[in-house]
Each structure stands twice: as C-alpha cells, then as structure tokens.
C-alpha cells in the first residue's frame, strides 16, 4: 500500500515548492483559490540581460526553461532567431499555467471559486483551459475578466500594463449564493458593470501592515484581497495560495476569519512574510481593513 502524502500545516506560511506542497492539500477540501503567480512579464531574449523585476528572478519568464530540456537546447543555440525564442517563452509560459490549473483543480471543493490574477493574456491562457479541458468539461463557469485599474500605476511601465486582471471561474456545482448568477449582483456595489475594481497599489513600505512593509516588488492591496475573499467565501472557509509572496492572502484571510493554506517558495520573502503574519496576530483588535468580520 502507497503512504499517504504528509499533509501541510493550516494557517501559517510554508517555505517550499508551491507545485509540491500542493500535493499535500486534501482533494476537494479548498473553498477559494486566491492567487498572484508570477507573470513572467519580462522575456528579454539576451543571456546578459537581466529580465526579471528590479533584478530579481522569479518573473524572469526564461526560468521556464528549466522545465523543457529540448526548448532549453534550441533557445540556447545561437541560430535561433529572437522572434522564435519569444515563441518558445510563450509556449512554456502556457504549459505552466495549464499545468497549474490541472495540478490546483481537483483540491477545490464542489462548492467552490478560483481567483487568479495575472497578466491579461496569462489571465486568457487559463480561461481557455478551464473551458476546454476534456478532464473537467462543463464543471466550471468563467466570469468575465476582472481588472484591477490601479489608480498609481508604476511609471516606468507600459501604459498597457497599468492595470491587472485576475480569472475569476465558480465551481458549477454551487449550491449556495455562490452561484453565477448572484457574481453581477455581487459586484454593483464595490466596481464598475465591467468588472473593474479601482484603488491604489502599494506603492511604498507605509502603505502596508507590518514588519515595515511588505517587502515584496508587487504586493496586492489589502482592500482589493479583502473584497473578493468577502465575496467568495464565508467565515471559517479554507483559502489556498500557492504563491503567497508578502503575506497579503495569509493576513488578510485571519482578519476575516478565514482558514488557509499559503506556499511560498523564496527563502528571504517566506521570512519577512512569516514575520509579518506574527506581529498582525499579535497586535491587531478588530479588523484593520473593513472593520467587519463577515
């Protein structure tokens, strides 16, 4: 007989490979998927360039080529031309975030949501998949797309890139006020009719709880993360984030009530996180965010 895998702690931050620990999270336990994966913006096709954000790595989009030795060989060849390496990042880039949806689904609950922010075509990329899969045919419904427009976007970037998206897909199996059906009801109040959420980004270390920031090149929001997870789960629910970066998922999800899992790969970001996660349990009183526990 096979051992059953160990299972993860709940309610703290774990260090680890997010794809491994999720193997660890009990089938069909999971009531909301809320997550910032890397977008893998940066695709410099140069070996001395450094592509990731302020230097860093992880969204480097050539770390994928670790995950294809052939694609590896043939990007690394110098008669490759730079529009067929963009090609190649794009077809790794998609292969990840199949793979990340095919690896995450069966730990959502029947009664269940999926919130994925992303870049827009990374966003369509699981759309498609959700959609099309012949492995979970018709069981999940796609909202349309969710933009957060931010109200400080970072100057340096491309005007296109100044707002972030996020797949938002129901469990068709819902059976309570989770249903599609309620999703536009649910958003009059906070968003625009399309779907566009509007507030400002993190943009300095005295904008966020704890630790002296969060320490992190793109935190989300607490107002933004504390909306949704409102909206699409209920007190006592378990929420999963696999990538769990400055904490925002972990804190935002005690204040709330809320039970969870978050991976966090990067040894430095899992400390400061984790550090950050103690000193909220510590000092907060009531909610710091919405002053509801709801």
Do not use: C
């Amino acid at each position: 007989m096979s051992e059953m895998p160990q299972q993860v702690a709940l309610n703290r931050i774990i260090e680890g490979d997010s794809f491994k620990l999720i193997q660890q999270v009990p089938d069909k336990s999971v009531n909301l998927l809320i997550t910032d994966p890397p977008y893998f913006l940066n695709t410099a096709t140069k070996k001395d360039v450094s592509a990731g954000i302020n230097g860093e790595t992880w969204d480097d989009a050539r770390i994928l080529l670790e995950t294809d030795p052939a694609l590896k060989a043939e990007y690394a060849d110098e008669s490759t031309t730079t529009d067929r390496r963009l090609t190649i990042l794009s077809i790794l880039k998609q292969k990840f975030f199949e793979h990340f949806l095919e690896v995450i689904e069966p730990k959502m609950a029947d009664d269940s949501a999926m919130i994925v922010f992303n870049r827009y075509a990374n966003v369509q990329i699981m759309r498609n998949w959700l959609k099309k899969s012949p492995k979970i045919k018709d069981k999940w419904i796609v909202d349309s797309t969710f933009e957060w427009a931010k109200t400080n976007p970072q100057p340096t970037l491309d005007p296109k890139y100044w707002s972030e998206y996020a797949l938002i897909a129901t469990n068709s199996f819902a059976t309570t006020q989770r249903t599609i059906a309620n999703l536009a009801e649910n958003y009059v109040d906070n968003t625009t009719i399309d779907n566009t959420f509007v507030t400002t980004r993190p943009k300095n270390k005295s904008y966020v709880y704890g630790d002296n920031g969060a320490k992190h090149a793109t935190p989300k929001p607490f107002d933004l993360w504390s909306y949704l997870i409102r909206r699409f789960s209920n007190p006592e629910d378990l929420l999963l984030d696999p990538f769990s970066g400055s904490g925002t998922t972990a804190i935002t999800a005690t204040d709330l009530g809320r039970n969870f899992y978050a991976f966090e790969l990067d040894e430095k970001q899992f400390k400061a996180s984790s550090k950050r996660l103690d000193e909220f349990k510590k000092n907060r009183g009531k909610s710091i965010f919405l002053g509801l526990h709801s």
